[in-house]
């Protein structure tokens, strides 16, 4: 009785959810002392997100994937669920399908779960790319590179018929940086990185941070070898194509988290099970 409360309360509001849940968990534990024993160790706000996403990613494979797919696997927390689920219809449907990479974490987790591991000079053509997502608006403009694989990220879905963004309800706004809060991840040459932050502001306004490190001294490094920034921009009415262009025309920036109409569809799950899918208009 209490989860789906709180399920009810966190599609409207994910504060609303963790308050809730902290003011609530000594009652559910009370009422529902299995379930509380499953939580444990983990924070109750944190196995709420971790349905939602479970359960974007489960459809979002279940719908999208079909036998001899070449199969472009994102990056990030969302991710692992779906290559979960493309394992698991492997095992029991025999699918013969075959990965495409985005990142480091991509590769691990296609080696790890048993999955044939292909790469862009063999398949440049894939099916379908299935990837998280930061925030996704109206526009289906999409912010990616939370985890700063934007690169990969965009070129294997730049290569595939169908891409697909798989995230937890906090993802879906009308407007960037509506809930993520984190500006928008560019990748950059490291010798650049100074000068392009100084273009970046001067041309659209906002700050720009270099991504630090949290385990490391130093900042974030890149698959490829280079660094993230990260633009706070500022509340205006961008054109996110035109920024887009903009900043790839910068010597030294490599690549934008900003992923403008490259997305068909979103699956965006909710901590009760249920998947909201938002489809693009068609181009
Ligand atoms: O773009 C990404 C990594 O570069 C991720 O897809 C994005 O950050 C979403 O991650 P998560 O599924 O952990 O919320």
């Not at 440049?124 to 690169?151: H, S």
């Not at 070129?155 to 963004?165: D, G, L, P």
């Not at 660094?227 to 887009?244: A, C, G, H, Q, T």
């Amino acid at each position: 009785m209490i989860p789906k409360v709180i399920t009810r309360l966190s599609k409207r509001s994910p504060f609303i959810s963790a308050l809730a849940l902290s003011r609530l968990d000594w009652l559910d534990s009370l009422l529902c002392p299995t379930l509380h024993l499953s939580r444990s160790y983990s924070s109750p706000t944190m196995s709420l997100l971790e349905s939602a996403k479970k359960a974007a990613a489960f459809r979002a494979v279940d719908e999208c994937v079909k036998d001899k797919d070449v199969v472009g696997v994102g990056s990030g927390s969302t991710v692992v669920y779906a290559v979960e689920r493309l394992a698991e219809r492997v095992q029991k449907e025999k699918l013969q399908l075959v990965c495409i990479p985005t990142s480091f974490q991509a590769r691990q987790l296609i080696v790890e779960n048993n999955l044939i591991l292909g790469d862009l000079d063999r398949y440049p053509q894939l099916d379908v790319a299935i990837d998280g997502a930061d925030e996704l608006d109206n526009k289906f403009t999409a912010i990616k590179g939370g985890g700063g694989c934007l690169t990969q990220e965009k070129i294997v879905a730049s290569c595939a018929k169908r891409f697909i963004i798989i995230a937890d309800y906090t993802k879906d706004s009308q407007t960037l940086g509506e809930q993520y809060k984190k500006g928008v991840p560019i990748e950059v040459i490291p010798l650049s990185y100074v000068p392009v932050m100084q273009r970046i502001q001067t041309r659209f306004g906002g700050k720009v941070q270099l991504r630090m490190a949290k385990s490391k001294a130093g900042p974030v490094v890149t698959d490829n070898g280079n660094f993230i920034l990260d633009w706070l921009f500022p509340e205006s009415k961008f054109d996110w194509d035109s920024v887009n262009t903009q900043l790839n025309l910068m010597p030294g920036v490599v690549e934008t988290g900003l992923f403008v109409n490259m997305a068909e569809k979103a699956y965006f799950g909710y901590s009760d099970g249920s998947v909201k899918e938002k489809a693009a208009e068609k181009k």
